[in-house]
């Protein structure tokens, strides 16, 4: 086995298998675009989109419980709107940490993704978050929300030897990190909603909704690069000694 140190160019280089999983990726994220603004085909990203939103909420609850914050309660509306409620904790920390913490995930998810091992471990690190949510939960939709992703997910770690769970676990990461982008956009430019997370953040900082905004979707396009990135360069013998797709070019 060659063990010689990579150049950056080479490491970031993805290999067959990478390169695949790069065009599903980008697939994925045309047919989500497209799914968006389609009417009634967009109601097949329904049920992803309220769970990225109970993500963006669980992003505020984290950031608040590692602030000191009460946690009272998460909750999931059926128009795609979420309320976290707490008391306590640095609210400059937890507004932002929606959109952040969503991003996050979907990049963490999309970096997983290409691995075996860590997308299971992700995978289990999702269900804990499921859990820890499903205590928070106080409507029903949240609890029923929660309770049929994490199925799905424990489904998918057994199902097909888990290699189902890394495509669900990608469009997923995909899902959030877009979703974020696009709530950012379309709360700070599109002005869907007089009242966001930016807003609030803006009124305790002075700082302006729209400079908070661009800050935030800078600093979300960067994870979902690096979540990208990151799971090429180190995972890059992961499918090489265990292949996703056949290469029949031999």
Partial sequence: ??????????????NHDQQILLYILAG???AILILWNVPYLKH??????LFTVALHEFGHAAVGCCTGAKIHSIEVNPNEGGLTKMSG???CCTLPAGYLGSSLFGALMIFCSFSHLAVKIM???????CLVMLVWARNWLTRILIVVFAGLLA????????????FFVLFMGVMSCLYSLWDIVEDLVVRKVNESDATRFARKT???????GALWFLVSLAFLTA?????????KDDFIKDPLFHNDTS
Avoid: H
Avoid at 1 to 12: H, K, L, N, Q, Y
Avoid at 206 to 212: A, I, L, M
């Fill in 227 to 235: 979540g990208v990135i990151g799971g090429i360069a180190v995972f």
């Fill in 28 to 30: 994925y994220a045309v």
């Fill in 206 to 212: 002075g700082c302006p909704s729209q400079v908070c």
């Fill in 1 to 14: 086995m060659d063990t010689a140190p990579r150049t950056f160019g080479e490491a970031i280089t993805p």
């Fill in 123 to 129: 995978t289990g690190v999702l269900i804990a978050c």
């Fill in 44 to 49: 097949i990203l329904y049920p992803f989109k």
């Fill in 155 to 166: 489904f998918f770690i057994w199902f097909q030897n888990g290699i189902v769970l890394i």
């Fill in 89 to 91: 904790g640095i609210s």
